[in-house]
């Protein structure tokens, strides 16, 4: 029987509403409960994790890192299974177990953040420093539904620090100031946190600045110096386009009393630019606001959480200072030099293409790219106690994300009027899940269910050369009418019913022993890009791509939404106390039905291309295929040395082994990272903590051929690290790569970082395929941090 949509959403909001609305009763602690306080007290968790099926990182394993990068992404790598695409300075995509990007639900204190770029340039942990992290939990495949949703990789939780409140009849006032140094590239930056608490009332502010210029590789990766500007080269080891500045701040108030608080947090964040070496624009400037309400109440049966967000996006990108800027057919002074020019010449006046003597002549300075983001959300949780160390958890959630993408008229084929990459695009999510989390004797089991309707539409669009919204025609260059007119005369609007489940299992059957079994089912529906990047245009698609493989990419409006099923087992072995060793083993398997893969495209047939494109960039059009993921975690610790003179002795191994293919073509998947190891040996004597770390990755051979990725080497790199941490202060201090090894990053995507980005250049102009992103050569690096 067919539900209209409104139905739908009114089904949803109805069993939210009908189901928590009677459990609001008077909290469990009043004014007259003379329970007492600790000194300080921190509240509880904002966000809801079971905790079951999570890998977690506390403020003890973070604390290290943060002097190290400035981006939130990479302290994750150290956890089995977790690798990082690479992007800008600060925007790293974390990858799990092969899915990365929108595939996981990415929530920072409890919004939902999503990207607002046609590069996904502002990722979701852009949006929070390094240092401003306090916890992160991350689910792999199988994840509670209460965690999950839209998502078909698995989940990250990231928390930062909660509220803080004084005794009764007293106040408090705390803080904290830091700040790092990065001899590669330059690095440098601080961070500021101060806190004013009473009982009741706790008021806090938390500020981060970090720049860095250009990174070194550890050796020549490339054969060419310039840069498509004149007067501007790059020394062939340094890595384009991998400059950064950027700054966060928030103002947290919260409020307590009788087991109930309310908290909220303004947070801005303002980057001035943030270059990126794999893809051929950079960011110019992203403006974001955030708004985060939460209501939390401890209740006698349970828990009671509410939170409305809001967060606006104002995004801008353009040609940074390592690529070329002035485009244009035709000599200077009316033209730039065209696409063949190595470095393109100021030129003009600012024009469209036009023929002189025969010949055409343009002028074009940069390519000018706006979006405006808008995301919003609504989320009403419980848990509530049931007999026997049972908890039952039910909410519901609302999601409304709008997205506006533009690109002005900058002369000679952007021109005369505006590029309308998505215009109104719409986005809104309505889900409502039940969990039931049992404890029997030595099992315990987290069961659940999620129900989702996902609504899509977008306006009308038009290119460069008209400023209507045509229905029929043909005319712009690269067929910029005729793809509007397709675009235009199709319905936009789609909507997704999709369902989760999920059962996780542990069960202890010694002291010295654990098995963990996980089944799910997980849906996601195609984000806006892949639904509605309309142009077949080589030089518009090219500007449509969140892999960073440097192909142009066009959106499918007949995508259907993944649904990936997964099943893995975990088994852990340690020592009855749990303190001296432990060993875990983690196998799995994932089929995705309808996994948004691509096939090469042919503007001018407007059809897949009947002869691929061989080891060189192309075009590519987003299409539905079946596929497969599977693979092998590893992590091992052992305790080797306690209470000698040296300190306590312990030494870690992570191993992450994935393979991704397409069962439709037998094509191998995108960015999957190689067979890799992580071994570790640290020391801790009183306040002074040391490690020599080995990082070891394979060869990547298994690559996707449709999209010409390439190939890398297998490396090895030595890393050493230094802190001493006392009550009120600390200092850091480490080498990352001691070797200076010279290696290929294999997830760091195609080299664009330099020269006539725009397009696909002639020969010997750049960028060609064929050079990966390189990793960072050896770094030395410094921190300090001071409490008060």
């Avoid at 990007?101 to 340039?121: E, F, I, K, Y």
Wanted: glycine share 10%; charged share 20%; with cysteine.
């Amino acid at each position: 029987m067919f539900v209209p949509p409104g139905a739908r959403r009114a089904s949803v909001v109805a069993f939210v509403t009908a189901t928590l609305l009677p459990l609001c009763p008077t909290p469990a602690r009043t004014a007259d409960d003379p329970s007492p306080l600790e000194e300080v007290v921190v509240s509880a968790r904002r966000i809801l994790t079971p905790g079951l099926g999570a890998a977690v990182l506390d403020a003890n394993a973070i604390s290290g890192d943060r002097a190290r990068t400035s981006d939130t992404a990479s302290l994750l790598a150290a956890l089995p299974g977790v690798s990082v695409y690479g992007a800008g300075g600060v925007s790293g995509l974390p990858s799990i177990r092969g899915l990365a990007d929108d595939r996981l639900r990415t929530q920072v204190d409890g919004m939902d953040v999503a990207a607002s770029c046609p590069n996904h340039m502002n990722s979701p942990l852009s949006y929070i420093d390094p240092t401003a992290v306090t916890s992160v939990d991350v689910y792999a495949g199988v994840s509670p539904v209460s965690v999950g949703g839209d998502s078909i990789g698995g989940s990250i939780v990231v928390r930062s620090t909660d509220p803080v409140f004084s005794a009764p009849g007293r106040s408090l006032s705390t803080g904290e100031v830091g700040t790092f140094l990065r001899s590669d590239g330059e690095g440098w930056g601080g961070n500021l946190a101060a806190t004013f608490a009473t009982e009741t009332l706790s008021v806090g502010y938390a500020g981060s600045y970090a720049t860095a210029n250009n990174y070194r590789a550890a050796g020549d990766f490339r054969d060419y110096t310039f840069t498509g500007r004149t007067g501007h080269t790059l020394a062939r080891d340094v890595v384009g386009s991998t400059a950064y500045e950027s700054g966060n701040q928030s103002v947290e108030i919260a409020w307590r009393r009788d087991g109930q608080m309310i908290d909220f947090t303004y947070g801005r964040q303002d980057i001035p630019y943030e270059n990126y070496p794999n893809q051929r624009m950079d960011m110019t400037e992203n403006v974001s606001s955030q708004y985060n309400l939460a209501y939390t109440s401890t209740l006698d049966w349970g828990t009671l959480r509410a939170r409305a967000y809001l967060q606006d996006v104002r995004h801008e990108m353009d040609f940074g200072s390592d690529k070329r800027f002035w485009y244009g057919p035709g000599q200077p002074p009316t033209g730039s030099g065209g696409d063949s020019a190595l470095n393109g010449t100021p030129c003009s006046p600012i024009s469209g293409t036009a023929i002189v003597n025969g010949k055409p002549v343009g002028c074009a300075a940069g390519m000018p790219m706006k979006t405006d983001g808008s995301n919003a959300g609504l989320s009403l949780s419980a848990a509530i106690a049931v007999a026997d160390e049972s908890v039952v958890r039910i909410g519901g959630e609302y999601r409304r994300y709008r997205l506006d993408d533009w690109w002005s008229p900058s002369g000679a084929g952007m021109w005369p009027y505006a590029f309308q990459n998505l215009n109104d695009g719409q986005r809104d999510r309505y889900a409502a899940y039940g969990e039931w989390e049992i404890k029997r004797d030595r099992w315990t089991h987290v069961m659940g269910v999620r129900f989702e309707t996902v609504e899509m539409d977008a306006g009308p669009v038009h290119g460069y050369n008209l400023d209507s919204y045509p229905t029929t025609g043909i005319g712009g260059l690269g067929n910029q009418t005729r793809d509007a007119a397709l675009f235009n005369s199709e319905s936009h609007a789609r909507s997704d019913d999709n369902w989760d489940l999920s059962w996780i299992a542990r069960f202890t059957p010694s002291a010295a022993s654990s098995l963990e079994f996980g089944l799910a089912q997980k849906t996601r529906s195609p984000n806006l890009y892949e639904r509605y990047a309309w142009s077949t245009w080589q030089m518009a698609a090219l500007m449509n791509n969140f892999v960073g493989d440097g192909n142009g990419y066009v959106g499918n409006l007949d995508l259907s939404p993944e649904v990936a099923r997964t099943v893995s087992i975990t088994a852990g072995l340690h020592d009855p106390d749990d303190t001296r060793w432990n060993v875990t083993a983690t196998p799995y398997y994932t089929i995705v039905r309808d996994y948004v893969d691509a096939v090469q495209w042919d503007s001018n047939t407007n059809a897949p291309r009947n002869v691929l494109v061989v080891d060189n960039f192309t075009v590519l059009r987003f299409t539905n295929a079946e596929a497969r993921l599977y693979g092998l975690d590893l992590s091992a610790r052992h305790r080797l040395e306690t209470g000698s003179r040296i300190g306590a002795l312990a030494t870690q191994l992570a191993v992450s082994y994935a393979r991704g293919d397409n069962l439709d073509t037998g094509d191998d998947l995108y960015n999957i990272m190689p067979l890799n190891a992580k071994l570790s040996l640290s020391q801790q004597r009183g306040a002074w903590r040391n490690s020599v770390e080995g990082e070891f990755v394979a060869a990547k051979d298994q690559v996707s051929a449709v999209r010409n990725e390439m190939r890398t080497a297998g490396y090895g790199l030595l890393h050493v690290r230094s802190s001493y941490e006392r009550e009120s202060w600390g200092v850091e201090l480490g080498i990352e790569n001691v070797l200076d090894r010279l290696y290929d990053s294999p997830l760091g995507g195609a080299y664009v970082g330099q020269g006539t980005t725009m397009t696909i250049p002639p020969a010997p102009n750049q960028p060609q395929w064929g050079t990966p992103v390189p990793g960072q050569g050896r770094s030395i690096y410094a921190g300090a941090r001071l409490k008060f």
